[in-house]
Antibody, heavy 119, light 107 residues
Framework: EEQLLESGGGLVQPGGSLRLSCAAS????????MSWVRQAPGKGLEWVSG??????SIKYADSAKGRFTISRAKNTLYLQMNSLRAEDAAIYYC??????????????WGQGTPVTVSS | DIQMTQSPSSLSASVGDRVSITCQAS??????LNWYQQKPGKAPKLLIY???NLEKGVPSRFSASGSATDFTFTISSLQPEDIATYYC?????????FGGGTTVEIK
């Protein structure tokens, strides 16, 4: 069974940093693009960042550019988040794409990890 | 960025009713559209991909159609377990963008 398990969320002060991880199992991780999608409390879904299967192309939403860094290694996806703001508070989901590139369905999702930004 | 506009934002229907949700893209996205279901406290789940293709294991009462800028998602006979928020999402261009969501309730 294809599974994703996020970890690393928690409470951080404004301006602080956090590193999220997403452990993949049940599929050949290196064959698929991966994305991070977040959901602020009571709000809709927002795509944050994606990385293609080879890692050779990375994209960010404007809200994440210059502050967040996506990476992948072995069977794990990462999101390094720096200079965190109150508006970054959300549940962060990792999602597997159906192809090696971003332009495809997101067919497997993790359960999410919550990030709270507060002093 | 491509804007995705969903309507209605919420609806209430009876069990067995036919329910439809529309999604409009701000520019032509061909058929590069997915539909997701999100139940309270849970992760999104893919229902429909490439505009109209049913994901494996998804009940056939769910369907979708459309191309270019106008898309429709339909539940042919609403069931109690379909209570959720539904999102459309385009993948024609990065950033990938979602509609605002439609919350479906039972009347």
């Amino acid at each position: 069974e294809e599974q994703l398990l996020e970890s690393g969320g928690g409470l951080v002060q404004p301006g602080g940093s956090l590193r999220l991880s997403c452990a993949a199992s049940g599929f050949t991780f290196s064959n698929y693009a991966m994305s991070w999608v977040r959901q602020a409390p009571g709000k809709g879904l927002e795509w944050v960042s994606g990385i293609i299967a080879t890692g050779g192309s990375i994209k960010y939403a404007d809200s994440a550019k210059g502050r967040f860094t996506i990476s992948r290694a072995k069977n794990t996806l990462y999101l390094q988040m720096n200079s965190l703001r109150a508006e970054d508070a959300a549940i962060y989901y990792c999602a597997k794409h159906g192809e090696s590139h971003f332009y495809s369905k997101m067919d497997v999702w993790g359960q999410g990890t919550p990030v709270t930004v507060s002093s | 960025d491509i804007q995705m506009t969903q309507s209605p934002s919420s609806l209430s229907a009876s069990v067995g009713d036919r329910v439809s949700i529309t999604c409009q893209a701000s520019q032509d996205i061909r058929n590069y559209l997915n539909w997701y279901q999100q139940k309270p406290g849970k992760a999104p789940k893919l229902l429909i991909y490439d505009g109209a293709n049913l994901e494996k294991g998804v009940p056939s009462r769910f369907s979708a159609s459309g191309s270019a800028t106008d898309f429709t998602f339909t539940i042919s006979s609403l069931q109690p377990e379909d209570i959720a928020t539904y999102y459309c999402q385009q993948y024609d261009n990065v950033p990938l963008t979602f509609g605002g969501g439609t919350t479906v309730e039972i009347k």
